[in-house]
């Protein structure tokens, strides 16, 4: 499940990152309404989590652009204003939750489950595939051509990443702080190690490969046969 959140305070924003990543959560980070904005409108989310009072951007905006334009996705607002004014009109805007600062985190992570058990309702919106492989959010399964492919929880959520991002160019970096959620150590290859692995058991037994190597950039997963 990949989830955005739009928060311009840098700690706590950092904090919230850390702990849905570490409950297995593919977590995007925007740190102004502009870029917020920008995400939310251009990129598919199973859980929007934003901020009321944000930069340039205000949370309003971002989801009364949501769902103006037809996107169903669940979205938690969080602000430091209690006034049962602000929260009538979240929830008339669209908004799916409201949480008021300060909270404890384990209320916020038992609302993002909650919201996104009510969001997940059908198959397209659960399973991510390209060609002849496919994987399921729900169940944690990955099959190619039908055949069941196990992996581990970090080949999943790498797996995971490449899929929603197939045919782009994925830097390390980028890899590193979404599926391992740390700064890029160029001494370290626990990124080659992990694509490695995930080679081996998505493509060595098909003819076709679709996991490769961009010298010099990064990795990513091909569809169209041309790489």
Sequence with gaps: MKILI???EVKFSDYLRQGLSEAGFVVD????GLDGHHLAMTERYDLLILDVMLPDVDGWRILKSLRESGRQVPVLFLTARDSVDDRVKGLELGADDY???????AELLARVRTLLRRGAVTAT????????????????RVTR??????????EF?????????????????????????????????????????LRAKIDNAFERKLIHTVRGMGYMLDTTGKV
């Design 6 to 8: 739009v928060e311009d």
């Design 29 to 32: 980070l925007a740190r102004n």
């Design 157 to 197: 959520a790498l797996l995971e990443l490449l899929l929603r991002h197939h045919d782009e160019v994925l830097p390390r970096s980028l890899i590193a702080s979404q599926v391992w959620d740390m700064n890029f150590d160029s001494d370290t290859n626990v990124i080659d190690v992990a694509i490695r692995r």
């Design 125 to 140: 919106e659960t399973t991510l595939t390209a060609v002849d492989l496919e994987l399921d959010l729900l169940s944690r």
């Design 145 to 154: 051509a039908g055949r069941r492919i196990p992996l581990t929880t970090k």
């Design 99 to 105: 949480l008021v600062k300060p909270f404890a985190f």
